[in-house]
Each structure stands twice: as structure tokens, then as C-alpha cells.
């Protein structure tokens, strides 16, 4: 069978952009800014989304369109047998972030309920924090809506590729954007508004430690789908005319614009509403509700902005179940269908765990963490950073060659910034997140 192709440059943007827009930007992104002291954080997510980020986003996208194939068989591709190591690596890493986000998934279906039945439009967020506590520590509910969120991906991922993600991702994307933009305004314009929007942009480098930059670095991975072969399998979608440059710029540059808008639309509203910026997951779920309440047709908006939260997501968690099960298909000629649905039973069965260690299972913890967190963990700080440092080896290297050909322009020259990029994989790029690393053992 013929390898499904996007329907046009277009389309592969927005699905890319749509992988990586997700609950990164609008959940994980202004909860671990606002723990990590705000400006400085900021800053280095951004020194780390500039340099990492985009040379890996090219990276990754172009070994994925040259080979045709997803991360196994394009690591195999490029490097032979003991590089498809790596790609099994992603394919794990997939497997476990699917697992968690899917219940994170849940929950902003659950706050679209709410958000029907009205009862969280409320000012109080000392309340609405006991309402988040007590929903994700609750043993069953939260367990129906990771179902729920986990089936609706399935069911997107079965469709395949083309039909499934690219029709979703386009006009509720643009949506979401002008609704944060919205909601920025009415943040902005809160009494005590201005603490939080200086907590937010002025660095304070004297916070600036080891634990920061690793944090840095891996929300700049989770955030722009990097370092597990999601943008390589994406990539592999893409016919060879098609220039993946630009669309790489585009897609980093579209999603740290909503990672930054997230953070103007929730830091300002959390000192305005004095909740603590240390509150940690549930800070977008605690904090928007508040704003809610405190604007004209709040309800709408809430209902509408939990439902694109929702869309957000699902385009991120097709991206993670498509690496899962082009795996699969890739490899062992497995059919589409059964796949899907097998490794959505699995995922989902240890999404179950993670859901639980929130509340029943709290007291199960390794190294102080507890399952969710420890998932999270692993695949940031761990199996990313590590896909991070072989793709750019990768591309310095073993396929530099093929991969400056292909970046190359009309004329058959090389991008200006070719060489230094080059340079970049070749050595500084896997330096610095080795040192990144290592400052943190
Ligand atoms: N980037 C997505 C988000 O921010 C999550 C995601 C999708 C992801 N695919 C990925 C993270 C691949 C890491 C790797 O919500």
C-alpha cells in the first residue's frame, strides 16, 4: 500500500503544529514556569526552544521525510541495526507520555462537563482547588474520562493519518488561539493583575539552578513533540517537494507563541486571584474557572475553552498513538485496526496507575515520586533528552549528507544557516544536554 501523504504543505504544518500544541503549552508549560520563579525560566525555555528546539524540530522532520519511514526504520535507515535501538526507545516513550496525558485528557473533559453544568464558575479558588483535589484523587471518575479521552484517540488514530488529524486540526486551532487572546485581556485587566505579569517577564537570575535548565529543556521537548520521533513520523508523511524548513520554523515558532500567550493569560490571573504560583497540575484547571466567573457570558467561554483545550490535546495524543502504531504497522505488517485498539487497552491500563497514584495509591512512590509524576519524569528528563542527543548525532554525522541535500534550495546551495546547524548537531547540541544532565545527577 502507498504511504499516506498530507493533503498539502498546509496541512502538514497545522497537523505538526497540532502535535505539538497541546496540554504542553496550556497545562504543563504555565504551571512549571510559575514553580520555577517565572522570568528566568522563561527565559531559558526560550534559549532552549531557539537552539535545541528548532535544530531538532528540522532534524527530525527531514530523516523522517527522506527515510519515508517512522523512527525505527528511520534510525535503521540512516545508521543500521544498532541505531533502530533509538527508535524503540521513542516508540516506548510514546507509549508511557500516552499513558498519563491521556488522563490529563480526562480531566479537561471532565471540566467541560463542569463547565455545562455551571458549578465551577465560581471566584472562590480556594474552592475550586478542593474541587480539583478531590476529582483527581477520586478512585473512579477521573478513570471514565481517561477512557473516554483514550477511546476518542483510538477512534481519531483508526480513521489514519490524513483523514483523521488533518481535518480537526485547522479551523479549531485558529479558534483556540483568538479565544487565548480573549482571555488574556480579561487576565490582564484583573485588580493585582500587574504582579503577575512582572513575576512572569522579568528574569530574576539569581533563582537560575541545575534542576532549572533540566526543567527548561524538557518542557521544551515535551512541548515541541521532540526527541521520541513524533516530527519524524510526521516528516515521513511528507512527499519530497515539499520544503521542511520553513514549515519546522513555523511549527516551533506558532507553538512557544501559545506556550508564552498561556502563561500572559494564567500568571496574571493567579496573583490577581492570590493562588499560589507553586500550586503545581492543577494550576490551569484551578485558576480559568476564576476567570470565568469574573466575565460577562463566562460560561460560554469556559465551555468553549475547555472543549479546544480538549481538541488541543486530542491532536497531541493522536501524534503519540501514531508513532505507537506506525511502529507496529512499519514493522510487522500489522493491520491498523488491531493495533490501535490493542495498545489503547494497554496504554490505558497504565494510565489507571498513574490516575491513581494521585489518591489511593499516593503512598506507592520511587526515588519521592509517585507514579504520574514519575512517567512524566522519565520520559522529559530521560528518554527525550536522550533521543534529543542521538538525533543530533545523527544528523551531524552518520547522515549529514543526505540530510544537507535535502535541505537544499532550488539552486542546489545550501541554506545560509546549513553550516551552522551542522555544527550545532555535530557537537554543541549533544554536549549541552549532556551537561544539562549531568549537572542534575
Ligand atoms: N507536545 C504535546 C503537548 O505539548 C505532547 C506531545 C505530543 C509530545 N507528541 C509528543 C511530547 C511527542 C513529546 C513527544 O501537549
Redesign the pocket.
Known sequence: MARAVWGSRLGFILAAAG???????????PYVAAQNGGGAFLLLFLVMVFTLGISIMIAEMTVGQISQKSPVGAYRYFGGKPWSLVGYIGVA??FL?LSF?SVVGGWTIFYMVQSVDGSILIPDTLLLKQIFDAFITNPVEPLGYHAAFMAVTAGVVLVGVQKGIERVSKSLMLMLFLLILVLIVRSLTLPGASEGVMYFLTPDFSKVNAKMMLEAMGLA???????????MTYGSYVSNETNIANSAASVVGL?TAVCVLAGLMILPAVFAFKLSPAEGPGLTFIIMPAVFSHLGGGQFFAILFFFLLFV??LT??V??ME?VTSFFIDEFNMPRIGVSIIMAILMFVVGIAASLSLGAWKEYTLFGSNIFHLLDYV??HLM?PFGGIMITVLVGWKASRPVAARLALADGTNPWWWPAMKQFCRYIAPLLILLVLFQNL
Do not use: D, E, N, P
Open positions: 502535535s505539538a500544541v497541546g496540554l504542553g503549552a496550556i497545562w504543563k508549560f516513550c510514546g507520555i496525558y521537548f515535551f512541548s515541541l513533540s521532540l526527541g521520541m520521533g513524533c516530527m507553538t488541543a490535546a497531541s495524543s501524534s503519540l508513532v520520559t522529559s527525550m
